[in-house]
């Protein structure tokens, strides 16, 4: 895709639709891709921290998750066709994994929460082969919960730890993962179950 710079951030100038798409093909050819889904307080924390921007550089897909970078990306005279939330891409990605039969697991929100959605995606999305979830209040140190996932090796994992926390567990995963679509997805789990 051509990228447009706004802030430091080398934002996917795509559609949601030619995006999913996209990482579609990824996770059918056994790929590992990593995506982020920007919105301006990401976007502002990296700019303020080096090490948090060195792990969105190594992200495959960074979307526009903000109408204000939308917005700011027209004024630069660059613009973006349009914002790809977290929330709708993992919303996609899900249909995309009934229909696949894909693998995932998910890790993130409280323990509660996280049991919802379990329950929730195995009613509405029952081809999705789920092989285990992690609530997310575990320490980024914490071997076991990394194990579990690597050890699952899913087509997609969604990550919910808030940001910065799951940028950086999810490049540790990265580093070690042969494969799979990771996503960051904030606290989609908790719109998801609300
Ligand atoms: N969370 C977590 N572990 C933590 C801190 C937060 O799993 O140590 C979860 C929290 O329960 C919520 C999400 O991370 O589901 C953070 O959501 P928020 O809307 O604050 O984050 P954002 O979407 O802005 O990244």
Redesign the pocket.
Known sequence: NQKVTVLDIDFDNVTQDDLVDQLNQCIHSKQKIFVVTA?P??VMYANQNPDYMDILRKADYITADGIGIVKGARILGTPIVERVA?YDLMLELLKKADQFKYSMYLV???EE?IVKAVKKIKKEYPNITLKGYH???FKLSDKEVMGKVLQAQTDIVFV????P??EKWIQNYLDQAPKGLVM???????AFTG
């Open positions: 919105n307080e990401i977290g993130g929100a409280k929460v609530n997310g209040y919910g730890l808030g940001f926390k799951q960051g997805v904030g606290g989609s789990f908790d």
